[in-house]
């Protein structure tokens, strides 16, 4: 294994995505925390938070997803040495990320309740997820914000800055919800809403600390004020040519989501709230593949700016190695000990039961998950974004929602099905990109010879 031989490329990669792991799994830690300190509440208020979280996430991480033409360009600058050009996109991505912030929040506080109507939910769960859609909403615009901010970070290198915000807030949400939602330390008991307010102060807090980071310029990229009123066009459009099938593959795999959230919840109250367990559990497994998909982004794309197809060859496949290795890890875990994971998030025998044979399941997916994540992340970095976008929509909607529906609504199967689908569409995604992988067209187009 190259992760074994190369010394230097093994320490770049685990500089880059040793962070950004943290990141993600402090990040996601946000959703963990207010589903296990809620899940305390019932099966209700647990369905209520997972179902708030999943919209408000869908739409800031749907958004968030142009950033990655903001992290390509800025590794593609750092490969180069090109600095001014470096500036230029950080300018260009926080006037991009204020807009769409603010369409975030005003369609968020307009039509969450046209949004929660399309999943059908019990009269409880829907007013308690309003609640927890009112409050998130409002800071919708310094959400977006701080995370375009990490992308920017990241595609320089500096994902211990994005890294050293999360490990804060999320301290601050953890004591947030401990106090809001039981009422301790003389505050009063808000329950559902208090979890909502404990993850808008930590993301309230994440951007004041992101801001100062960039506008102090300690991670080595900072923002020019001058660059504010020298926006031009062209370069808003080469961050939106490269985001754009990325925030396409991300909303078709959120609508795929929420699509699939409204089929579960016809199975019942108690399928979907341990369907979200699992989910979530699953979710932390995730994390080392998408800290790797960085790593795998961003070191392709400083080799493609510096022109070295060697190192970017090298990267691609360290970071792929690295990535199968700790995800399989997971999946050993899950496979063995379900019961005691499913047990962190409920204390009701029945949720435990069904999340842990879930989650057993989600063990078989963990080394496809590891390796579509790292090569989409590497197909990425190289420029091409479109093929992620392609391989996503194809089986997004050619294969797993209908089978899903197929499932559910026709054969009313059970939810074991369900997820055996979501086994084969990872299964399957990984053999397309392991051809892509093998074939290097993809080297050859980001560094054509000259």
């Known amino acids: ?68 033409g903001s992290t390509i360009l800025v590794a593609q600058g750092k490969g180069a040495n090109r600095q001014a050009s470096i500036d230029q996109i950080i300018a260009h991505t926080m006037i991009m990320a204020l807009t769409l912030g603010l369409a975030a929040a005003f369609l968020g506080l307009g039509y969450s309740s046209q949004l929660l109507n399309l999943f059908s939910v019990e009269a409880s769960v829907y007013q308690q997820a309003y609640s927890y859609l009112m409050i998130t909403f409002k800071i919708a615009p310094l959400a977006l914000i701080l995370y375009m901010v990490h992308a920017l970070f990241r595609g320089y290198g500096r994902t211990d800055i994005p ?178 994971v499913a047990a962190i998030f409920s204390n009701d025998a029945e949720v435990i039961n069904l999340s842990a044979w879930l989650i057993r399941l989600a063990s078989l997916e963990q080394i496809t998950v590891a390796i579509s994540m790292v090569i989409g992340g590497a197909l990425k970095g190289s420029g091409d974004t479109r093929t992620p976008f392609l391989i996503s929509l194809f089986f997004t909607w050619i294969f797993r929602l209908p089978l899903i529906y197929l499932i559910i609504r026709v054969l009313h199967w059970g939810i074991t099905l369900v997820w055996l689908v979501f086994i084969l569409d990872w299964f399957f995604k990984t053999v397309i990109y392991l051809i892509i992988y093998r074939r290097r067209g993809w080297i050859e187009r980001a560094l054509p010879e000259q």
């Open 1 to 68: 294994m190259i992760i074994f031989r190369n010394i230097l490329l093994r320490k770049q990669i685990i500089t880059i995505a040793g962070p950004a792991i943290v990141e993600m799994v402090m990040y996601m830690l946000i959703g963990v925390v207010d589903i296990a300190i809620v899940g305390r509440l019932g099966p209700e208020a647990l369905a209520a938070v997972s179902l708030g979280a999943e919209i408000f996430f869908a739409i800031i991480l749907l958004l968030e997803a142009l950033a990655i």
């Open 163 to 340: 890294m050293i915000i999360a490990v804060i807030t999320n301290i601050f949400n953890v004591v947030g919800d401990y106090v809001l939602v039981y009422g301790k330390w003389g505050f009063p008991s808000l329950g559902v809403s208090g979890a909502a307010w404990a993850t808008a102060g930590a993301h309230i807090l994440g951007f004041v600390i992101a801001m100062w980071f960039l506008l102090s310029g300690r991670g080595g990229i900072s923002l020019k004020l001058s660059f504010l009123f020298d926006l031009k066009p062209k370069v808003f459009a080469k961050i939106v040519r490269l985001g754009f099938p990325t925030m396409m593959e991300q909303l078709f795999q959120t609508v795929s989501h929420l699509i699939s959230i409204y089929l579960l919840v016809y199975m019942g109250t108690l399928v979907f709230a341990c369907h979200q367990v699992a989910i979530t559990v699953e979710s932390i497994s995730y994390m080392p593949g998408f800290g790797l998909a960085i790593a795998a982004t961003t070191l392709v794309g400083q080799a493609v700016g510096a022109r070295d197809k060697k190192a970017l060859s090298e990267a691609a496949r360290g970071c792929l190695e690295f990535a199968i290795l700790l995800m399989g890890f997971f999946g050993v875990i899950f496979a063995l000990i379900p019961y005691q």
